[in-house]
Nanobody, 121 residues
Framework: QVQLVESGGGLVQAGGSLRLSCAAS????????MAWYRQAPGQQRELVAS???????NQIDSVKGRFTVSRDNAKKMVYLQMNSLKPEDTAVYYC???????????????WGQGTQVTVSS
């Protein structure tokens, strides 16, 4: 079984920074894409940033220049450095990962439980 656990959320003033971490554990052969999503109250979950196994990244326009996604393949972790935070960044942030549990298995998508980020004005 594969588990993803996020940490690093909290309450911060506008203009501040937070660093989210997501640790993958369990029966893992390899991890392909990893990504961060967020969901604000009453809104759909949206992709924030993603990173491939070779380090290619992508971010949505609203966070470009402020958020940076990175990963440590050896530690099976993905990070989201969030700078210049705005009240509209307030949401529950989730990580996900495409995981193969054996060489022969398919890629399955796993999600963490989420971590709350609240940005006060």
């Amino acid at each position: 079984q594969v588990q993803l656990v996020e940490s690093g959320g909290g309450l911060v003033q506008a203009g501040g920074s937070l660093r989210l971490s997501c640790a993958a554990s369990g029966r893992i052969f390899s991890i392909n894409h990893m990504a961060w999503y967020r969901q604000a109250p009453g809104q759909q979950r949206e992709l924030v940033a993603s990173i491939t196994s070779d380090g290619t990244t992508n971010q949505i326009d609203s966070v470009k220049g402020r958020f940076t996604v990175s990963r440590d393949n050896a530690k099976k972790m993905v990070y989201l450095q969030m700078n210049s935070l705005k009240p509209e960044d307030t949401a529950v942030y989730y990580c996900n990962a495409e995981v193969k549990i054996t060489y022969w298995s398919r890629l399955d998508l796993y999600w963490g439980q989420g971590t709350q980020v609240t940005v006060s004005s």
